[in-house]
Nanobody
């Protein structure tokens, strides 16, 4: 199994940028479909971005053009570059790993492994 640990969260003003990292240990991320989720207070956890083992990416409409996910297999790390941040992006962000599939995994229930989360707060 794989262990995941996010880092890089913090407080940023609207319009600013943050880069989240998700360091994996135990197994290589290339053996999984990876995803980024977020959960704001009082809201359900939602998918932000997903990436397959060949590097194909999927983004929810609200972050398209602002967020970019990538994967460095040599460092066994997943990244989420977040630009033009908005107050509505405020949430706890999680990385997650799902069994390898030849398509994007968009449902949280299909992810078996989760990090502890990192808080992102965007002030207006």
């Amino acid at each position: 199994q794989v262990q995941l640990a996010e880092s890089g969260g913090g407080v940023v003003q609207a319009g600013g940028s943050l880069r989240l990292s998700c360091a994996a240990s135990g197994r290589t991320v290339s053996r999984y479909n990876m995803g980024w989720f977020r959960q704001a207070p009082g809201k359900e956890r939602e998918l932000v971005a997903a990436i397959t083992s060949d590097g194909s990416t999927y983004y929810v409409d609200s972050v398209k053009g602002r967020f970019t996910t990538s994967q460095d297999n040599t460092k066994n790390t997943l990244y989420l570059q977040m630009n033009s941040l908005k107050p509505e992006d405020t949430a706890v962000y999680y990385c997650a790993a799902a069994p390898l599939r030849p398509f994007f995994v968009t449902q949280a229930s299909r992810y078996n492994y989760w990090g502890q989360g990192t808080q992102v707060t965007v002030s207006s």
